[in-house]
Nanobody
């Protein structure tokens, strides 16, 4: 049973923008921590941005603060990641993830039970 469906991503030049979407089942979405990890070749998967869908609190990694915005649309059980002022170092596979609320505090992979299929983001200089 598919829990998370991602869309968006693609290739842009530095300074450009992209928006990722992650649609979840009602159970997966309700009062959960949802967000994105990313993984570049040869690097570990790292947390990017998260939102607690039960209240809207957001969390951002230092490298994306001020450039990325995570938001939710409850009517569609969907979370969005608006990525502006993209840099070549943002190039990675981006994975949507969902888990219990504690995930928003820990950012540990193990705290996220559900994962999207991944979408590639490529930023050229």
């Amino acid at each position: 049973q598919v829990q998370l469906v991602e869309s968006g991503g693609g290739s842009v030049q530095a300074g450009g923008s992209l928006r990722l979407s992650c649609a979840a089942s009602e159970y997966t979405y309700s009062s959960k921590c949802m967000g994105w990890f990313r993984q570049a070749p040869g690097k570990e998967r790292e947390g990017v941005a998260f939102i607690y869908t039960g209240g809207g609190t957001t969390y951002y990694g230092d490298s994306v603060k001020g450039r990325f915005t995570i938001s939710q649309e409850n009517a569609k059980n969907t979370v969005y990641l608006q990525m502006n002022s993209l840099k070549p170092e943002d190039t990675a596979m981006y994975y949507c993830a969902a888990g219990q609320g504690r995930g928003c505090g820990s950012w540990r992979l193990i705290d996220f039970a559900y994962w999207g299929q991944g979408t590639q983001v490529t930023v050229s200089s």
